[in-house]
């Protein structure tokens, strides 16, 4: 999602536009594995100060509420389930409830996190921010914290979907209860699972909670901008490089685990790729694989405005609305896009955006090849 930093005062005084956007932090991990603790834990430490927390709870009684020491009016418990298409009404009014209380200096807030159940998928909930025309105004998408259990974590990959995906959207894994790795055949199964994370998700940084590597500084403010000093750092959002590492890594194809419906790709291009065509690339791909597709990054060099990239970010179906950047970050002026997903063949997003980017290879569709296409979902180019 978009970061951008808050508008400077006009000349005539403070900007009357909404306050800059919250940062929104998503803290998901699979049941016990952890959450709650940690997020005690990060509610002591001053740089989460001013923090609302909301709690997706997971039964008819809510009960975790009880284990978050810090209480206060900014906190408010979702109703029993998953966070998901029938309950996101519920979402959408506490984040309303929480712009309301800010706008009317009720609060004082500077990030609020989401806890979800455990047996949640993080994806509708990331949905829920980004489709709802005032909330994607108001709320940015801070980034995902995923806490597995050092000593259950492989049994739970093996056992649970639910939890390779949470794992997979991740931008940082809190790795729990590692004191708890008190036996030969204890720390065996937990190398195996830092191995499996890694396969699942080359790019989130693992930080190991028992040893105070998880701490609120290197797990929040890991979106875009670089909160110091405001400006975008695509290098360290985006990370293409671990997931370029991955791909080219022997063996990357022949894990028999969950995880093996779990690939990444790097996607990389020095051509300006005109803007229509890459709205089409994007419609194309969520049309055909909208539901495979975990999590998708980039920046993005528009043939007709080449000095000022634009950002994207999707999550499934679902895309926020392109961010345009004043300038390039640094010197790397090329596009990298980075995608997660499930069920399919990473090749075919690549041979799709080479497509749609006029990029030649012998035997394979160009873009107006794929527009006369009546079978495709635009229905053919003159349809």
Known sequence: MSDAPPAAPTARGPSRRPAAPLPLTVLTGFLGAGKTSLLNRLLKDPALADTAVLINEFGEIGLDHLLVEKIDEGIAVL?????????????????????????NRRLALRRVVLETTGLADPAPVLHTVMM??????????????????????????????????QAAVADRIALAKTDLLDSAERRDAGAQLLARLRRINPAAPILDVAANEASADRLINCGLYDPDRKTPDVRRWLAEEAYAA???????????????????????????IPAAAFDMFLELLRSLHGPNLLRVKGIVKIAETPETPIVIHGVQHVFHPPTALAAWPDDDRRTRLVFITCDMDPRTIADLFNAFAGTARPDQPDRAALLDN?????GGADR
């Open 79 to 103: 109703p029993s389930g998953c966070v998901c298409c029938t309950m996101r009404g519920d979402l959408i009014d506490a984040l309303e409830r929480l712009l309301r209380g800010l706008d």
């Open 132 to 165: 709802h025309p005032y909330l994607v105004m108001r709320y940015r998408l801070d980034g995902v914290i995923a806490v597995v259990d050092a000593v259950n974590g492989l049994a739970t990959l093996e056992a649970h979907p639910e939890s390779v995906k």
């Open 246 to 272: 991955a791909t080219a890594a022997p063996g990357h194809d022949h894990h028999h685990h969950h995880e093996e419906r779990i690939r990444s790709l790097s996607v990389a291009s020095d051509q300006p």
């Open 374 to 378: 009546p079978l495709i979902p635009f």
